[in-house]
């Protein structure tokens, strides 16, 4: 199994960046896709999930019209367009699979909001 993000880097306030994650090793369009994000000092917290089949979607609070999930199942792939950047969104941000006891992770990505 693997999840490799990419997309991440330097970007100034009020910039955008979309996150990827393409998968392999497992029936994608089966599971659960997230994106978590860990702050220095602070917890993994969830951002966003897109269900496998029916694409349901879910945002923390924080990022409710600036952050948007999506997937294509064609290409195993799970993407967080995220706009409006701010400097509290940086962080690590980790591309997560979940269907029952299966939870997989990616090896996680930059992101860094500053000017």
């Known amino acids: 199994v693997q999840l490799v993000e990419s997309g991440g880097g330097l970007v100034q306030p009020g910039g955008s960046l979309r996150l990827s994650c393409t998968a392999s090793?497992?029936?994608?369009?089966?599971?659960?896709m997230n994106w978590y994000r860990q702050a220095p000092g602070k917890e993994r917290e969830l951002v966003a999930t897109i269900t496998g089949v029916d694409g349901n979607t879910y945002y923390l609070d924080s990022v409710k019209g600036r952050f948007t999930i999506s997937r294509d199942n064609r290409k195993n792939t799970v993407y967080l367009q995220m706009n409006s950047l701010k400097p509290e969104d940086t962080a690590v941000y980790y591309c997560n699979a979940l269907r029952s006891f299966r939870n997989y992770w990616g090896q996680g990505t930059q992101v860094t909001v500053s000017s």
């Open positions: 090793g497992f029936t994608f369009n089966t599971f659960a």
